[in-house]
Each structure stands twice: as C-alpha cells, then as structure tokens.
C-alpha cells in the first residue's frame, strides 16, 4: 500500500485549482478532481488505520467528508463521517462526538435515515457519557428514544427512554426519570412478552417518588401498579416498598435497613437502586451518615 502522506500530498495537489492552460491540458472538471483527491484521502485514511494510527485515519475520513459535502453528496459524506467516528472512537472521544453529530444531522436533515440516526444517537448518548457529559447524554438518549418512536421501533426506544431513565435517576432529576418510566411502561402494558419486566419499572418509579418524600404519590401508584398488573401485589419489589413506607411512619433506621438487607439477598441491588434507597434512608434519619445498605 502507497504512503499515505504521499496519497494525501497528491489529494492536495489535485483541489488547488487548476486554470488556463493547464486546465485545457488535463481536461480535468473540479467535480472530477474532487472525487479522485477524495478516493486519495479514503486510501490514506485506510492506509493510516491498517497501521493503527487511528487518529491519523480520522482525520483523512473528515476530509473526504467535507468534499463530498462541497459536492452535494450527503450520503457519501454522512458515511465518510461515520468511518471517521469508528476511528477517533477510542483515541479522541471529543473529536469522535464531533464527526458522529455531523453524520447524524445529514442522515436527518438530508436523507431522512430515521433508524440510523437514531443507532448513532444512541452511540453519541455514550460517547458523551464516556467523557462525563451527562447533560448531552441524558438528551442523546431522549433523542434516540424520540428518532426510534418515528421510525415505529418500540422496543428500542424503549432501551433508548430507559437508558435516560435511568441516568436522570442516577443525577437526582426524579420528575424527568418518572416521566420517562412512565412511557416504557405504558409501552409494555399490552405486550405478553415483555410484561414481565413491569415489576421493575413499576419500583424504580417508586424508588424516585420516595426520593421525593412524596408518600401520597407512593400510595397512589401503588393502588395504580396494582390495577395494572395484578402481579405487582405479591412481587417482593412491592413488598420492600411498602416496608419502607411503613419504616419512614415509624421513623425506624433499623427496621428499614433490614428490609432493604433482606431483599438485597435474593434480589441484588444495582447501582441505581442501592443510590435510591440510601437518599430515602435521609427520609427515615437525619443522621446521613448511617449506612444501612
């Protein structure tokens, strides 16, 4: 395979613009040099990522990108863009963010790809999670939900409103969580298959209305859960919650703290639950500091 710096030399050599005799000579159109000196870039971007410089790789797939953008051709660039992404991916968060939110605004804007602009949203909504920004993937996420919806997918975008679900959960912002719980489960009512997975949806809502200290809401969910899905009563989610009502009346830590410990050994507590319950324990005792997970 050529260098890569030689293809990318000869790329350059073909965009300065050709005028005059020259021009007449090689009976070359701008349109014709631009598609050849992108194939160059494309070699030389393959060329950099059999190598392993990826970051190198990247920035070749941009500038194809952005002939082909010049050119009009959007699908070209949108998936010159996506290669640049693959590539920056593991090297350059940032600069794969920038080439992944270019690619999807073309696949909506320009191609009307609902699908694929909502698995790269998806993608994006982890990127920016990689690099703490849970403000944009908390809205990737809610995009990707909204860009499946369109394109009528429902279990992915119920994947996509849980996955936001959750990170709101996980950064206090109960109210958003709730909402978001609140339309995969109305989504999963009426499906047999995946009306299983209710009990869990129908808890972590609780969980989050308890974060609240909101103990009329508590109970009217309950009573609502309960129509819905008449297995919610006797589930041991149900159960620990109505336990931790009853601990919060009484104003006992320690009853609360076994409740929670004896559902934890049959029922392990992810991370976002074990957060949940410890921000209810501060409804039980002022004293924070107590651990009772």
Known sequence: MSDPRELIAEAEKLLKQQLGFLLFITGSSSTLRKEDATDLYIQAANSYRLKKDFNQAGTQFVKAAE????????????NHLVEAYKCFKSTSPTDAIDALSQAIHIFL?????FRR???FTMDLAELYEGVGDTTNAIKSYEQAGDYFTTDHAEALSNK???KCADLCALHTDYKKAIS?????IKNLLNNSLTKWSLKDYFFKVLLCVLCTNDLVEVEKRMGKFSEEDPNWFD???CKLVQGIIESINNGDVEDFSDKVFEFDKFSKLDKLKTQLLLTIKT???DN??????
């Open 67 to 78: 002939i082909q953008q010049s050119l009009n051709n959007h699908n070209d660039a949108a």
């Open 117 to 119: 602009a909502a698995n």
């Open 288 to 293: 924070d500091e107590v651990d009772i997970l």
């Open 109 to 113: 804007t320009q191609n009307g790809q």
């Open 180 to 184: 978001l719980y609140d339309v995969v």
């Open 160 to 162: 996509a409103f849980l």
């Open 283 to 285: 409804s039980v005792v």
């Open 235 to 237: 589930s041991r989610e």
